[in-house]
């Protein structure tokens, strides 16, 4: 009997553990990882995890609210270490998903529940476009294909 309380305990601390650490490598990114990334991490600091087990705790951590789950339509989610609400902006060319600095905008839950008398409880908006670094990237591009043209005139 002792035994098996032994053991049952021993789980239950490795089974916080491991949760633990997922947190933390979800907390210590702003890049909003997929499962796989967080596994490949999480194994790094318990090498003997299962894709199962943090796939388990992703889902418990986000159920206790701990975490958010982004899925914005693609085929894997993202997860996010800061659940409180807040905008994504994706980059449609390097699939970058970066944090939107402005806040939440409760005035457009106010303007469709005014609208249609509905009761509006939450809503999403998803931001799409270049990031700071592809759009840098795509206006080198365009001047280096500026000057090959150039080039060729003279
Ligand atoms: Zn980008
Ligand atoms: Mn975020």
Not at 102 to 105: E, F, G
């Given at each position: 009997m002792r035994k098996k309380e032994e053991a049952s305990s021993h789980l239950r601390r490795r089974s916080t553990r491991q949760r633990r650490v997922v947190l933390e490598v979800l907390r210590s990114?702003?890049?909003?990882?997929t499962a796989d990334w967080i596994y490949e991490e999480v194994r790094k600091r318990?090498?003997?995890?299962s894709l199962g087990t943090v796939y388990r705790n992703l889902n418990l951590l986000r159920d206790m609210g701990e975490i958010m789950e982004l899925n914005f339509g693609s085929t894997y989610s993202r997860f996010d270490g800061n659940p409180e609400p807040h905008y994504h902006f994706s980059c449609m060319n390097c699939g970058r998903v970066l944090d939107v600095n402005?806040?939440?905008?409760t005035e457009l839950e106010e303007k469709v529940r005014r609208e249609h008398g509905w009761e509006v409880r939450s809503h999403r908006v998803e931001f799409y476009g270049l990031c700071s670094e592809c759009k840098a990237e795509q206006r080198k591009e365009s001047q280096e294909e500026y000057v090959k043209t150039a080039g060729n005139k003279f």
């Open positions: 990114t702003k890049s909003h990882p318990v090498p003997n995890v402005i806040p939440v905008c």
